[in-house]
């Protein structure tokens, strides 16, 4: 019996099958706010036509869309590229790789979505934005909706700091500065790292990208 040439190795739909069904809605996750389920990302869609074949659905998995007939890439739009196999490999060499690389930042973010802390690495996104703000006018704004979005304990999307840490920040406030945010954003890069980091690296979602890359080969039965 010989594969079909657009599907994917057995090994990939049941690492892409346990992603969707960790991250389904209704799921209970074991991200570690504890939050109720319903921020799931992964939800069937209709994809129209892959290669020659027809309609199918697909789970759509933070970046990746699996089906039946093979694994593609989507990125934040539509003209985005698939991280090379090299690449990918590279994110399990050091959380720094992952953090520095777009394609990397966009699949961990997708990643603690389904754990629902994907505040986390907003939080840690928006810091790397004010850092580059150079208008104290813009500096103030960005740091006032920082504050609002990610310290203020009546946030939704508040993130875990220490009272050393924030009480830095309730005095950075009254001139807010580029670098106001810096202790908090480097303690939540941390947290990334020791918490979020090594599950990601054994998630359904990063496995059957490696297979992606992997060679495939027809086989008979």
């Known amino acids: ?20 069904a960790a991250a389904a809605p209704g799921t209970k996750s074991g991200g570690e706010h504890g939050r109720p389920p319903g ?15 027809s309609c199918c659905h697909v789970w759509v998995c933070g970046f990746v869309h699996v089906c039946p007939l093979g ?9 985005s590229t698939p ?22 930042r966009s699949v961990f973010r997708a990643f603690l979505r389904t754990e629902y802390s994907e ?10 934005e004010l850092k580059a703000e150079a208008n104290q006018h813009v500096v103030d704004e960005k740091a006032r909706l920082i504050y609002e979005d990610y310290v203020s ?3 939704p999307k508040e993130v875990s700091l220490d009272s050393r840490v924030r009480e830095g920040i309730n005095r950075k406030m009254q001139e807010p ?8 954003q480097l303690q939540i890069y ?3 790292h020791r918490d979020s980091y090594p599950r990601f690296l054994s998630s359904p979602t990063y496995r059957a990208l490696l297979l992606r890359g992997a060679p495939q080969s027809s086989s008979e039965a």
Do not use: Y
């Open 119 to 128: 505040e986390n690495m907003l939080f840690w996104l928006a810091c790397e």
């Open 177 to 184: 500065s580029a670098h106001t945010f810096d202790d908090a």
């Open 39 to 53: 921020r799931a990302s992964c939800s069937p869609s209709p994809v129209a036509k892959l290669g020659e074949s």
């Open 190 to 192: 941390t947290l990334m």
């Open 83 to 104: 991280p090379s196999p090299e690449e990918v490999q590279s994110w399990a060499q050091s959380f720094d790789k992952l953090m520095h690389s777009p394609a990397g």
């Open 1 to 20: 019996m010989t594969q079909h040439p657009h599907q994917p190795p057995a090994a990939i739909l049941a690492a892409c099958a346990g992603a969707a």
């Open 153 to 155: 304990i009546l946030s």
């Open 71 to 79: 694994l593609t890439w989507s990125g934040p739009n539509a003209h």
